[in-house]
Structure formats: C-alpha cells, structure tokens
C-alpha cells in the first residue's frame, strides 16, 4: 500500500491513507478516475504505449464503486526526457501525404533518436489535435484509426496525452453530441482523463483541457458533420481541480503544465478567454512553471519567468501545413517539423527542438538575400488573377526583386531572448538585426522558402488571393546581417540559452531551395 498518493476524478480530489485507501464522492460526469502517479513510481502500460493510471468508473453517481491502482517502483528518476508532440493531425488526405510522412519520415526519425538515448529514460507528452475531426467522416478516418495507426509505430514509451480541439466528436450521420462531455467521450474512451496530473521525479506535470466545445448540429447540409464552438478558455470547474490538485504539491515543486491552445501569444499576451490564463498563473504560488502548448503548428517561446516565473513554449505541429509541401515538411513560420525534447536533470531543466530529417545542430536556416527572390513570374507563372498576383506580391514584398545589398536573412527556430545570434565575414564581426515586429515589416518576417514551397504552388498559383489557415506568419524570430560583398565567406553562430553552439558556414549565391516548376 502506498499512502498519501492524490487520486481524482478531473474534478474532486482525495487521497490515499497508509493503507492505500481511498474514498472520492464524485458525481462521475467524466466517466473515469485516475491517480496522480507520485514520484518514484511508475504504472504498467496497456495497449502498446499508454500509461495504466486511470479507471473508467461503471456504475451511475449515486452508486458506490470500488477503483484500485497498481503503483510499481521506479528507482531512480532523477534524470529522463520528455518528448513533446504538438497537432500530429492526421486526417488521410486524399493522397496520402500526411499518413505517409508520419510512418515514412517522422517514424524512422524518431526510432533513430530513441536508439541514439536508448539508455536514457524518456516518455512522450503530445499537444492534441492527435486527428482532425473536420475528416472524420469524409476520410473515413477518426480517432480510432489515428489510436491504430500510432499504436503500431510506437511500442515500449509511455504516451501522454492532451486533448485539442479537433479531437471532439463532430457526430454524424445524424448524430450529434452537444455538451463539452459529450463531444469528449470519444477522446477519453479511448486515451482516458483529458485533464490529469502526474509526477516524475523532482516535477510535477498537470495536463489541462483548455479548449471548450459544443456541438451545434449539421447547419451545413452539404456535409454529414455537425459545426463546433469552440472556446479557448480553462473551464472554472478546472481551475477549481487545479487549485485542489496544487494542495499536495509542495511550493518548491516546479511544474510543467500542458494544454493545447497557447496560453500567450507570441508577443507575450495573453490569450485564452476570460483572463483564464491571469487566472490559472495566479493559482500556481510562484512555482518555477513551464507550460507547453500547440494548436498554431508554430515554434516560439514567451518568457515571463522574471516577472510571472512562467515560461511558455509553443512547441511547433508535427503536421506543419497539413500537407507535405514540396517535400518541405514545415511549419507557418518557416521551423521544420519535428518535436520538442526536454531534459530533466534533478531541478534542472533544458531543452532542444528536433526538426525531423534535421540532426540536433540544426536549429536555424539562412537565406542569400541577393538569390532568395519571390519574383510572380518565376513562382506564380499560372496565376492569371491579377487580385492573386498583388496579393502575393504584397505577402513577398520584401523578396520580390533581386537585391546586390548583400543582406542574409536568419530565421533561428526556437530562439528566445536569452539566445545570440552572431555574424563573421571572415574573422570580422557583423553586426545582426532582429527583424522588428512592428508594422511595415511583415513581409520580411515571412519565411521565403515556406512562401515559395506552399503558398505558391496551393494557392496564388491556382489564382486564390488568400492562403488559408496554414498561410505563412510573419514571425519573430527572423534575423538579417549584411555582408561587405556577394561572394565573402560568412559565419553564422547562434547559442542557446544553455550555452550551447551552432555553426554554419553560409554557402552564397545560393537560391530558395525549392524547385521553380509548379
């Protein structure tokens, strides 16, 4: 028996005495109740990588039923990885692209990671949106197949997960569920809780559920799925879970908290509704606290430890676009797909971004500004819309021409601003500009090999003014630096904020990496 371990229905909190009782009064309006696995231990795993620590309850509320946990030692957790997933979104496209690079290019790079830390120990925590409910019916692939398709690729690593807002359950064929419950009962039949808590080591993880959704019915009658509401906010009720859940976690515990839908915007904002973001930091007592988030498919981080202790990772979408741009697999703001590796060590916390098809030293891509143009005619030559060509034109302004200025642009994915990017001509410094993300410079801060490898070739060459949701951000963590002449050899290096170092020796008068021919 195990005493004083928290177990909870998402809602109620109660804890184990030293005989490793329990008594939770819960209304059951989740359908499940799990322990909050306490450090040192760990549970077994069912199906191929989840985590054994929930139970569905079978009996209605009202009625007393009996729910035991199996805890097991875990000797030493002083140092593990955990692997960050942001919107794996697989849909089944028509041609088979996003099926395709999770199995044929994201699978294989992470087997060759895992091998590579193979003594290490490590587990996965994705950022929802693990399908897309707009497809479910109309692909003829849901949540069931994307839990299939994952659990045979990945065996022997634990799977956490959190809910997004393409994992709520359209309906159809008529059939449409309507609260926030029922369009989660999908989620939780099959991964469990979609908020829960859990300990490794020195740190405690809380996964929160910060997308609201109702379910208004087919009003579309052109397609057989219902219209979603979605509210970007954490429910009161979860607040409230969180205050009680935070009771049996000491001040100096750091935390490491989950929820799909950024709790910032880049500029450092807040984001989610109601002030739930205020809301929830006030909750946390000044615990050190990194959250994770998804849902932009973006890579940037805000940081806001000196003044909040809370810092903020957006950690990118392993489907980028949603479709395999011209075998770019990429995100809106130019970072490459991939996951997010966080090293514990004790308190200690660090992290990489891992661009899959990229080693670990890859963590920033440079253009030759005198090459690197977006010229209409050579990227948009079927465009026969003159609305379609401005716009593009508009979105590339600052690539459009070619330039003799000698300018490298330095898009560096993860940077914060505890990094440096540094320039050498030779041994001669350079001095480097952060693009300003003030008005006037968002063409700029546009990533040209995104532009040139997805906006171009799906939209403004088939005359569409507009890219979409998936259309290129105007991001901030672009860089440019100028160099004396077109052909000197230039230096980039760029640290992180743990000191460590990456070169690239800049090979000039080299174009978009992208082939012309749409």
């Not at 050190?288 to 000196?306: C, E, I, K, P, Q």
Request: hydrophobic share 35%; proline share 4%.
């Amino acid at each position: 028996p195990v005493g004083g371990v928290v177990v909870s229905d998402g809602v109620e909190v109660a804890v184990t005495d030293a005989s490793g009782h329990y008594e939770l009064v819960s209304k059951k309006q989740k359908g499940y109740v799990f322990v909050s696995i306490p450090s040192g231990y760990k549970v077994a795993t069912r199906d191929a990588n989840t985590p054994d620590f929930y139970k569905y309850t079978t009996q209605p509320a009202g009625t007393l039923e009996t729910l035991d946990f199996t805890l097991l030692q875990d000797t030493d957790q002083s140092t593990f990885k955990c692997i960050v997933i942001g919107d794996i979104q697989v849909n089944n496209l028509s041609n088979g692209d996003d099926i395709r690079q999770f199995n044929d290019v994201f699978i294989p790079d992470f087997n060759n990671f895992r091998a590579a830390h193979s003594s290490e120990k490590m587990f996965i925590l994705t950022l929802g949106d693990l399908s897309w409910n707009d497809y479910w019916a109309d692909h003829h692939f849901n949540l069931d197949d994307y839990k299939a398709m994952f659990d045979a690729a990945i065996s022997g690593i634990q799977v956490f997960n959190t809910p997004g807002n393409h994992d709520n359950d359209r309906g159809t064929d008529g059939v449409f569920p309507q609260t926030n419950d029922e369009c989660k009962a999908k989620y939780r039949s099959l991964f469990g809780p979609s908020n829960y808590s859990f300990n490794v080591g020195a740190y405690h993880f809380i996964v929160l559920d910060n997308v609201e959704c109702y379910n208004l019915g087919q009003q579309d009658g052109t397609k057989n799925r219902g219209t979603m509401s979605y509210h970007y906010r954490i429910p009161d009720e979860q607040l409230e879970w969180v205050a009680k859940d935070l009771e049996y976690v000491a001040p100096s515990t750091p935390l490491i908290i989950s929820g799909h839908c950024p709790f910032y915007r880049y500029n450092g904002t807040e984001r989610l509704e109601n002030g739930t973001t205020g809301r929830l930091v006030a909750l946390l007592g000044g615990r050190r606290t990194h959250l994770l988030s998804g849902h932009t498919h973006y890579v940037y981080n805000v940081d806001h430890l000196s003044e909040l202790n809370v810092f903020e990772h957006n950690a990118g979408g392993l489907a980028g676009s949603c479709t395999h741009a011209n075998n770019f697999a990429m995100s809106p703001n130019g970072a490459p797909c991939g996951y997010k590796v966080f090293d514990i060590d004790g308190t200690n916390l660090s992290w990489l971004y891992k661009g899959y098809r990229l080693t670990e030293e890859d963590q920033f891509r440079v253009y030759d500004r005198n090459e690197a143009c977006l010229a209409s005619a050579d990227w948009i030559p079927s465009c026969t819309s003159e609305d379609a060509r401005l716009a593009w034109e508009t979105r590339v302004s600052w690539y459009l021409e070619p330039r003799d200025d000698n300018y490298l642009v330095i898009n560096v994915f993860d940077y914060d601003p505890a990094w440096t990017v540094e320039a050498f001509e030779g041994s001669t410094p350079l001095v480097v500009e952060k693009v300003a993300t003030t008005s006037g410079y968002e063409a700029e801060r546009r990533d040209p090999l995104y532009m040139a490898a997805f906006e171009a070739p799906n939209y403004f060459n088939k005359n569409k003014t507009d890219a979409g949701s998936f259309r290129a951000v105007s991001d901030s963590h672009m860089f440019r630096v100028q160099a004396s002449s077109a052909s000197s050899t230039v230096t980039i290096r760029v640290t992180n904020r743990f000191g460590r170092v990456f070169t690239k020796v800049i090979e000039r008068n080299t174009a978009i990496p992208v082939s012309k021919s749409q």
